[in-house]
């Protein structure tokens, strides 16, 4: 006797179904029906395959790709009908195309398992998160490019353990991004072209006995080959890995990004305004306008470093071939590469509407002292003391400009021969703000005239 409740795809087996709690554990198709479009396109090409390779007829190919496409539809329209009791994504579209089309939809999974299918399909979903995150990295870079480009020569003050340090560009600090931001790109390229490998073929874990073409398939799915072991094809995550590592490294930039966007909105730095499309108010404090994208922002490396904390936790000592285990790679990286996107989308939003504010970044660059190293490097160039001495004379002047109360440019040309005799007027030229920065001209430094080749440099690789 057969119990109803069997599963349909290896009842035979079985003289009773599942457990309620064996299927909840069990069960993935909550999730993995984010896979869906990928599962069909994953077997339509096998489909075609097949028939080609004369394993299945022309006609049953050809019933089960129209059937497939009609699955399709009805869950894009949202009228397809999910069931738990047919565990994932794979087994829900067979059991629908069999409803459609009948018996030809047996046929489908001939030289194939769900190892090398859902290897497959999730390839191809992260490789389209990799190319999402590519595109949303660039359009960042391009709106970092717009802010550098309007305040190449605005001075602000550079820090080192958030003191005021030396002065530096506008375009300087947006730049920096801009080359963190590109080697992101470069990661997620390199994950890309390492993943770009197809499993599908590689059955089980051991291959078929059909003369199946894995080439064919590997080409129509936008693969560049088929993964040489079928072994190591249903086996690694390997790709989910290094996404989910491309994706945290850059998360961290995001969240350091944003730290600085919530300290430079603060109405004791005002370096920046944020606009009002992305910021928030407050319910009870009428004058305040915060920085609630940028902090979100700033947590979000939290759930992606976590999702990739748990894939490697997940996957190592995993012997070979499959094991379930591997089901629970998938709501990691969907959750990691949902929040990813939205973050880089929510700071390409932020940087493209904020305003800097030029006035406000120069009264700070000009303050704290920041034109000291100027100081030190005058002494060495102009009176020929060593570095060492030169720091200590700067370092009294500068104690002596903190006891006054005033900056080092305030102080006068006696009181700066007190320090040390040799000092002239011409120190002034180097106290100023404008004066330090523009001779900051060695390669990849802060003088206007090396962000302006940065820039070009930045604008011709993005064109
Ligand atoms: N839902 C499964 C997963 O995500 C598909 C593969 C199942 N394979 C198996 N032999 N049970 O990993």
Redesign the pocket.
Known sequence: MTDKTQNAMWGGRFAAGPDAIMEAINA?ISF?KRLAAQDIAGSRAHAAMLAAQGIVTDNDAEAIREGLLTVLSEIERGTFEYSAAL??I?MNVEARLKEIIGEPAGRLHTGRS??DQ?ATDFRLWVRDQADAAIGGLEALQRALLAQAEAGADWVMPGFTHLQTAQPVTWGHHMMAYVEMFGRDIGRFRDARARMNECPLGAAALAGTGFPIDREATAEALGFDRPMANSLDAVSDRDFALEFLSAATISAVHLSRMAEELVIWSSAQFRFVTLSDRFSTGSSIMPQKKNPDAAELIRAKIGRILGATVALFTVMKGLPLA?S?D??ED?EQVFDAADNYLLALAAMEGMVRDMTANRDALRAAASSGFSTATDLADWLVREAGLPFRDAHHVTGALVALAEGKGCDLPDLSLEEMQDAHGAITSSVFDVLGVDNSVASRTSYGGTAPDQVRAQIARWKERLA
């Open positions: 993935s993995d565990e994932d794979h769900r190892n859902v499959y379930k591997m089901q998938k």
